[in-house]
Nanobody
Framework: QLQLVESGGGLVQAGGSLRLSCAASGGTFSRYVMGWFRQAPGKEREFVAMCWNSGSTVFADSVKGRFTISRDNAKNTVYLQMNSLKAEDTAVYYC?????????????????WGQGTQVTVSS
């Protein structure tokens, strides 16, 4: 059973940056595809980015060129670096993990979720 704990959320002005971290425990981190999702008030949860153990990454169109995802297998941690933040990036951000990138983004959702961290961007 993998446990995921996010940190790094907060309040930032539009145009600013934040880095989210997600620490994993209870499993072999390198075996998982790691991802980030977000849910804004009144909206459904949406995919943001994911990262394979190989370092390959995929991003939602809405964050391409502004967000990067990376992982440190030695620290069992995945990061989401968010730059040029906009008011519409305001959401609760969730870390997620699955053995498959396809399943991570499937309607049924990934195997494991973190508890979420709030990101608020003021305009």
């Amino acid at each position: 059973q993998l446990q995921l704990v996010e940190s790094g959320g907060g309040l930032v002005q539009a145009g600013g940056s934040l880095r989210l971290s997600c620490a994993a425990s209870g499993g072999t981190f390198s075996r998982y595809v790691m991802g980030w999702f977000r849910q804004a008030p009144g909206k459904e949860r949406e995919f943001v980015a994911m990262c394979w153990n190989s370092g390959s990454t995929v991003f939602a169109d809405s964050v391409k060129g502004r967000f990067t995802i990376s992982r440190d297998n030695a620290k069992n941690t995945v990061y989401l670096q968010m730059n040029s933040l906009k008011a519409e990036d305001t959401a609760v951000y969730y870390c997620a993990a699955d053995h498959s990138g396809t399943r991570l983004r499937a309607p049924g959702g990934p195997l494991y979720w973190g508890q979420g961290t709030q990101v608020t961007v003021s305009s």
